[in-house]
Structures are given as C-alpha cells and as structure tokens.
C-alpha cells in the first residue's frame, strides 16, 4: 500500500486540542503520495491562517489507519 497522507484543518473549540467546532467547515487541503508533499501542502495552509489562533491545520498518516499492524518505516 502506498503511504497517504492528509491534510486538513478548520476552527477550533481551543487551540490547545483538535476538536472542530464545525466539521462541515473542514478545510480538506488534500491526499498527498509522500510526507515531504504533505508537510509542504500543510505549511501553505498553516501559514496562511497563522494570525488566527484557533485556526489549526493537521497531517493525517492515512496509511497508518487503514493498515495499522504495518511498521511506520
């Protein structure tokens, strides 16, 4: 399986956690083939939502919930 990665992110109830207040306002930024891409796509987003602190934008390890037996490596 290839390794997928997502990026999203929205509002959230309290910048410390990653409770959305709303997820019908995800902002799903995408599925990337690599982390490198990933990390690329999450900086774009991040930065531009960085003088909003409850705005919060994450990396999902796709691969790791779909086969979650299979080594991180």
Do not use: C
Request: glycine content about 6%; proline content about 5%; charged content about 25%.
């Amino acid at each position: 399986m290839s390794k997928m990665h997502l990026v999203m992110g929205g509002r959230v109830t309290n910048p410390q956690t990653l409770e959305f207040k709303d997820l019908s306002q995800v902002d799903l930024v995408g599925v990337f083939p690599d982390y490198a891409s990933a990390e690329k796509a999450w900086r774009g987003a991040a930065q531009r939502t960085v003088d909003d602190a409850e705005m919060r934008y994450v990396i999902v390890h796709l691969h790791r919930l779909l086969e979650p037996e299979l080594p991180s490596a």
